[in-house]
């Protein structure tokens, strides 16, 4: 059974930073791309950057780029998201996952999620 854990969220200024953290358990981690969503209130979930398997090729959402930086860590199971700049319609519950599809067009979720963090940016 797929375990996601996610941690590090918080309340922020704008122009700060947060980093965040997912811990994952009952998968291949090292051969699974993985992925960073956030879901703003009233809002669907959004796909907000995807690392592949070695760390190779990674995506990120438009409104991101620049600012925030996905990495892994396939000795430990580990995602991280580094967010820079942050601006207040950053503020979502952020969850990470296993990123599934064979392009940008159909990339999305593999199942169940964890409990998510929540980054607050304040203005």
């Known amino acids: 059974q797929v375990q996601l854990v996610e941690s590090g969220g918080g309340l922020v200024q704008a122009g700060g930073s947060l980093r965040l953290s997912c811990a994952a358990s009952?998968?291949?981690?090292?051969?699974?791309?993985m992925g960073w969503f956030r879901q703003a209130p009233g809002k669907e979930r959004v796909l907000v950057a995807v690392?592949?398997?070695?760390?190779?090729?990674?995506y990120y959402l438009d409104s991101v780029k620049g600012r925030f930086t996905i990495s892994r860590d396939n000795a430990k199971n580990t995602v991280a998201l580094q967010m820079n700049s942050l601006k207040p319609e950053d503020t979502a519950v952020y969850y990470c996952?296993?990123?599934?599809?064979?392009?940008?067009?159909?990339?999305?979720?593999?199942?169940?999620w964890g409990q998510g963090t929540q980054v607050t940016v304040s203005s």
């Open positions: 690392i592949s398997w070695s760390g190779g090729n990674i």
């Open positions: 009952g998968l291949t981690f090292s051969s699974s791309r």
């Open positions: 996952n296993v990123v599934l599809g064979t392009n940008i067009a159909t990339l999305r979720p593999a199942g169940s």
